[in-house]
């Protein structure tokens, strides 16, 4: 079974700054990563997954994230925030096995970006 | 092109009733998946289905709820004698493939909270 931590519940920052947020998991077993992020009113949208390959993902909106196996991390960050950025972040992981399509989600992190 | 539709978004139920959810995968969807998030809580996986097959419902709790995705129509999760500890959000989402092939992505509808008084 997985687990996903996500570090912060609440981040807020200024238009235009850089932002990170944090997420941990544990795995006994090799894992896909994502991150999806929920706009108010609205389904949950992926914004990045990491499957193998370059540890470096890059997403949509100018996210990227940051696969570290040793620290079993998988933060996102962007360099530049908007104002419309605002929303829920949700990390979310997988086994890559037979039953990848479990995926198991962190409690969230709400990020409000302030003018 | 549509995406994943949930109704109602919110319902109430008193306990001892049944509550019924709809979800409607994205047009070419055949695969569909129910999470729920309780309060303070990431969102966990309960049943994973295709057209009139349960695939995995390891995470469906063993007695009331039970979910089925007809041949025509939505997919329904149904909750017989609903309890407090019930209220929650109930995410849907599908998929066109199994989304564990890793290339696939599964697509959310916007949830439905219960709240049972």
């Known amino acids: 079974a997985q687990s996903v931590t996500q570090l912060d519940s609440q981040v807020p920052v200024f238009e235009e700054a850089p932002v990170e947020l944090r997420c941990n998991y544990s795995?006994?077993?090799?894992?896909?990563l994502f991150w999806y992020v929920q706009y108010p009113n609205q389904g949950l949208q992926l914004l990045l997954k990491?499957?193998?390959?370059?540890?470096l993902v890059k997403g949509i909106n100018g996210f990227e994230a940051e696969f570290n196996k040793s620290q079993t991390s998988f933060h996102l960050r962007k360099p530049s925030v908007h104002i419309s950025d605002t929303a829920e972040y949700f990390c979310?992981?997988?086994?890559?096995?037979?039953?990848?399509?479990?995926?198991?989600f962190g409690k969230g992190t709400l990020l409000t970006v302030n003018p | 092109n549509a995406g994943v539709m949930q109704n109602p978004r919110h319902l109430v139920r008193r306990r001892g009733q049944e509550a019924r959810l709809r979800c409607s995968p994205m047009?070419?969807?055949?695969?569909v998946y129910w999470y729920r998030q309780l309060p303070e809580e990431g969102l966990k996986f309960m049943v994973y289905?295709?057209?009139?097959?349960?695939?995995?419902e390891s995470g469906m709790p063993k007695e009331r709820f039970s979910a089925e995705f007809p041949k025509e129509g939505p997919s329904i999760l149904r909750i017989q004698q609903v309890v407090r500890g019930d209220s929650a959000a109930y995410f849907c989402?599908?998929?066109?493939?199994?989304?564990?092939?890793?290339?696939?992505?599964?697509?959310f509808g916007p949830g439905t909270r219960l709240t049972v008084l």
């Open positions: 047009k070419g969807h055949s695969h």
């Open positions: 795995s006994s077993v090799s894992v896909y």
């Open positions: 989402a599908s998929s066109p493939r199994t989304a564990g092939a890793g290339t696939d992505t599964q697509y």
């Open positions: 289905l295709q057209k009139e097959n349960i695939i995995d």
């Open positions: 979310a992981v997988s086994d890559s096995g037979g039953s990848n399509y479990k995926l198991t």
């Open positions: 990491y499957l193998s390959g370059s540890t």
